[in-house]
Structure formats: C-alpha cells, structure tokens
C-alpha cells in the first residue's frame, strides 16, 4: 500500500476540553515519510512536536504531548482520525495549546479530511512490525492489553467495564477494512457526573459541556448540586438530571462508550510512529495504559 497525505488544507476553530481557551487549528498535507507533526504556530515556525509516545508528558483524562518544552493537549481524537482514515502524513499547526474539541468526536475531522480529499503519495507504507508479542497487563484492575504480531488484516478489540448500571458492559472492534468515518469518528467522548467536581476542581473540563461530552447520571444529583456544577462551568443547566444521560442525550450508537475507547486507542497507539501491523485486544484501558503500549511498540518494533 501507498503512503497517503490530505490533497489540501482542513481548517478548524473551538475551545480545548480540558482548558476552555479557543484554538484555530489547520491540517495540511505532508512530504512522504515525514509522519504526523504539530505545530504550534503561536510559539515560532520552529515549535513541532513529533506525534511520538515518547513524548506523552500527561494522560490525565486525555494525551499531551511535550518536545523541548511546547506542549500539545487533547492529541487522541485528531490522531485516531488520521488512522482511521489511513493517512500517513500530516502536519497539525495550532495557535494554542488544546486541540479544539468540537462535539467531542473525531466526526468533524473526518467529514472535513473526506471532503477536501485524500491523495496517495508515491512511497510504499512501511508498517509498524513487532519483534515479539507485547502484553501490558495490571491484574489488581483488571486492565490488559495484548499486541500480537500478524500477517493477516490488523484488528483491534476493546472491553470496557465501569461497573456502570447506565453503561453497562461493553465491546467494540474495528479493521482497516470498515469504514471508521462511519462507525467509530461519530462517538463522543464521555464522563460520570460524579466526576465532573473532582475534575473542574483539579483544572480539567474547563471547556466541557453537553455539546461536546455525554454525561453519565449513576446515582441521583440533587438539582441544586447541579446548578452549582452548571454555573461554575457557565453552562446551562439541563432539563433532566435523573439516572442515565444527562439531559435525556440520544446516543449514537448503543455501544456508544466502548467505540469511543475504541477512537482513543486508535489515537493513542498512532504514537508508535505509523500503523501496526498487529492484533490489538484491550481490557479496561485508558490513555495511560495505551501511551505504555506505545512506547512498548517502538521499543520491540522489528
């Protein structure tokens, strides 16, 4: 198979998730063999961050990256986009430090990438290839993530289990043969209510809504809990606050949650440096877990 860049420029503007500050960010194609860069183009024509597991410097609730001091938040969903869309090359400029959110989904990358093109390079794709299987496994909470080496078709599998009576048990998988504009980009990224206090208080989901995130309703709230929560985020409080989705949210997909998982780990694993050549099985992971997992992979990659 070919290497794959975009034909031209995506351009994109919103707030970051966890730091509320607005950000234009801007896609362009890439020169064969040159992998996927950020940019921060308010730092300097100098400020790139390789999209590289060794550069993971925080997954508290998403994946930043930090080279020679410039950081980038929120890289999992714009990264999973690209995979799933199999682009090989790609530079991300930015004039802020967070990946714009949007709706909480890789659905606004992909229908903007599609939409404007993609285009196959002349240089042949060199897969990731592993020299032995790879197992990340934490027994205590249950957590493990498994990559085995293949020559058939890559595949990854996911198992997600928050002890949840909303959520429930779920599973998801995904092949390069399916269409993950289709079936993965569209599912939002997700959070417990009771949650959402610890991580406003720690500085996180400053720009969180119900716009850009499904709110998962465990156990009761009282409304004027809510109403706090609600004003310190300068949102609107919603109409429903009962058990289940805040705000009686329709879901994409029954197994919504599990395919988002599904899209991080797409991301998160993209910091191998290019696409596996592997099957991936992934027990109650998150982006800590996944950013081991690559780092694991460039270590042992043929």
Request: one cysteine or more; charged letters at 25%; proline letters at 4%.
């Amino acid at each position: 198979m070919k290497e794959r860049t975009l034909v031209q420029p995506c351009s994109f503007e919103g707030k970051g998730l966890h730091t509320g500050k607005v950000a234009r960010m801007t896609i362009s194609p890439a020169a064969e063999g040159s992998g996927i860069r950020f940019l921060r183009s308010d730092l300097g024509p100098d400020a790139f961050v390789d999209a590289l597991a060794v550069n993971v410097s925080n997954t508290a609730r998403s994946t930043t990256l930090t080279q020679n001091g410039v950081n980038v938040i929120t890289v999992e969903h714009i990264l999973s986009a690209l995979t799933g869309l199999g682009i090989d090359n790609a530079l991300i400029s930015l004039d802020n430090e967070e990946i714009p959110i949007l709706d909480g989904s890789a659905k606004p990358y992909c229908e903007a990438i599609v939409k404007g093109g993609i285009a196959t390079q002349n240089a042949e794709r060199k897969y990731i290839e592993l020299s032995r299987e790879i197992v990340y496994e934490d027994a205590v909470k249950g957590i493990k993530v498994t990559v085995t080496p293949t020559e058939k078709e890559p595949s990854y599998a996911i198992h997600v289990d928050f002890g949840s009576q909303v959520v429930g048990i779920q599973d998801a998988s995904w092949t390069p043969s399916l269409d993950y504009a289709k079936e993965i980009a569209p599912c939002r990224t997700f959070v417990f209510f009771h949650e959402i206090e610890y991580l406003y208080k720690n500085n996180l989901i400053k720009g969180g809504d119900i716009d850009n995130a499904i709110v998962i309703v465990e156990h009761p709230v009282p409304r004027e809990r809510v109403e706090a929560l609600c004003q310190g985020l300068s949102i609107p409080v919603p109409a429903y606050t009962g058990v289940g989705y805040l705000d009686n949210m329709a879901l994409r997909f029954e197994n919504e949650c599990a395919r988002h998982k599904m899209l991080d780990l797409l991301g998160d694993l993209r910091l191998c440096g290019g696409f596996l050549k592997a099957e991936v099985k992934a027990v109650k992971t998150g982006h800590f877990v996944n950013s081991q997992v690559a780092r694991m992979i460039l270590e042992n990659k043929k």
